[in-house]
């Protein structure tokens, strides 16, 4: 399945960001779905996590509040809501697909669950 991020931009603190990540494919609705952002220089981080009917959310401490996940199987679209962002925020963010297994279920944190990934989008908030 092929993924395409959008949604990202130059945003002021305190704004507000709507990042999709469209899938090619309607399998697409049977997979777990993630985001992940990469600041420059620094790692690839977990950002939040939906399952296939969206009946479950997670995400990293520092969003966690501030940022929603949500799905819609029939577009096959996942958003990512941001809102009172941050500097911090800065990065690339990138959407992953991976199976639904129990193994996904539970590290859905880790990168390695997932088999696809978009290219990536672009969000600068600026103070």
């Known amino acids: 399945v092929q993924l395409q991020a959008s949604g990202g931009g130059l945003v002021q603190a305190g704004g507000s960001l709507r990042l999709s990540c469209a899938a090619s494919?309607?399998?697409?609705?049977?997979?777990?779905v993630g985001w992940f952002r990469q600041a420059p220089g620094m790692e690839r981080d977990f950002v939040a996590a939906?399952?296939?009917?969206?009946?479950?959310?997670h995400y990293a401490p520092s969003v966690k509040g501030r940022f929603t996940i949500s799905r819609d199987n029939a577009k096959n679209t996942v958003y990512l809501q941001m809102n009172s962002l941050k500097p911090e925020d800065t990065a690339i963010y990138y959407c992953?697909?991976?199976?639904?297994?129990?193994?996904?279920?539970?590290?859905?944190?880790?990168?390695?669950?997932?088999?696809?990934w978009g290219q990536g989008t672009l969000v600068t908030v600026s103070s």
């Open positions: 939906i399952r296939r009917r969206g009946d479950r959310t």
């Open positions: 992953a697909a991976g199976l639904s297994t129990s193994d996904a279920y539970n590290n859905y944190y880790t990168s390695a669950v997932y088999d696809y």
């Open positions: 494919d309607r399998t697409f609705s049977t997979y777990i």
